[in-house]
């Protein structure tokens, strides 16, 4: 009687956030899924037109274009936040002096909206003599980069920024978990003649990789919903290089009315989402 009490109050406790992430994630999907096989917009009445939202998002290149930038943009940052996450973690481990005041150094950017730094690094990287880094390449006798003016500059600076954000983040979390490894394995590998990546490799990253795979997750599914970036840094341009799946969704379902085709988009991004995520959790299985 007591532990079926007990199981009560625990869904007490978790219905009112059962009741928020039903009214504010599970229901928008389900409208959202709704309205993908129909042609709603404000004031029309609502009609079914089957796979025809689809078959539009499918032919519209601007929808294609930035769902192929969202994925590049997605496995490159992951799979460089990662690495270098990892290095900097095992390196965060080393005895220095200064060992709080560079992580706190790496860690600052993630305290920074998302939004205030594309804004900060829109000036450093302007293309013109203006931007300070440009300024910084020619009194070194160097020529402006374009590094915003060009499709390809933009869609690296924007990579470039989001690593500089998510990095001290991720190293503070693999630097966390590499704290609580036993020191007994590392001295059992030095007796075998292990060298410091043979030690990373058969020691630190096999008992820290549940975090590792937070971590691919976390920035995989971040990755693919990406917006205040290069809305700030780029507002998802040169001539829409940089548009993420979040621009077309918002210039279909906002600018246009169209929320048909919009909520189409949002489904193709939400299995696209959900199929990777799937797949970097089955192949980021292994044993310990």
Not at 138 to 155: C, D, E, H, N, V
């Amino acid at each position: 009687m007591r532990s079926k009490r007990a199981h009560l109050q625990y869904q007490l406790f978790i219905l009112p956030a059962f009741l928020l992430f039903t009214v504010f994630v599970i229901a928008p999907l389900v409208l959202c899924i709704f309205y993908s096989f129909t042609d709603y917009s404000v004031g029309k009445a609502v009609s079914f037109v089957g796979l025809k939202n689809f078959g539009a998002v499918i032919r519209d290149s601007m929808v294609r274009d930035s769902i192929g930038f969202t994925l590049v943009f997605a496995v490159v940052t992951t799979i460089v936040i990662t690495i270098l996450a990892l290095v900097l973690a095992i390196l965060f481990t080393k005895p220095c002096y200064t060992g709080k005041l560079q992580r706190a150094i790496f860690y600052f950017p993630s305290c920074i909206s998302l939004m205030v730094a594309g804004y900060a690094w829109r000036n450093l990287l302007a293309s013109d003599k203006s931007g300070l880094i440009n300024q910084i390449i020619m009194r070194f006798g160097g020529k402006p980069i374009q590094w915003l003016s060009t499709p390809l500059g933009a869609q690296i600076s924007v990579i470039l920024v989001a690593i500089w954000i998510d990095l001290g983040w991720c190293a503070t979390l693999f630097f966390t978990y590499i704290q609580s490894i036993d020191q007994d394995l590392y001295e059992v590998a030095i007796l075998e003649g292990a060298n410091a990546f043979q030690k990373a490799w058969y020691v630190t990253i096999p008992m820290i990789w549940p975090a590792v795979v937070v971590n691919l997750t976390l920035l995989l599914s971040q990755g693919l919903k990406v917006y205040e970036i290069p809305q700030s840094l780029t507002q998802g341009g040169p001539m829409k290089a940089t548009y993420t799946i979040t621009h077309a969704i918002l210039v279909r379902g906002v600018t246009e009315w169209d929320f048909g085709t919009a909520s189409a988009t949002g489904v193709v991004i939400f299995l696209i989402t959900t199929v990777l995520c799937i797949l970097q959790m089955k192949l980021a299985e292994r044993e310990v």
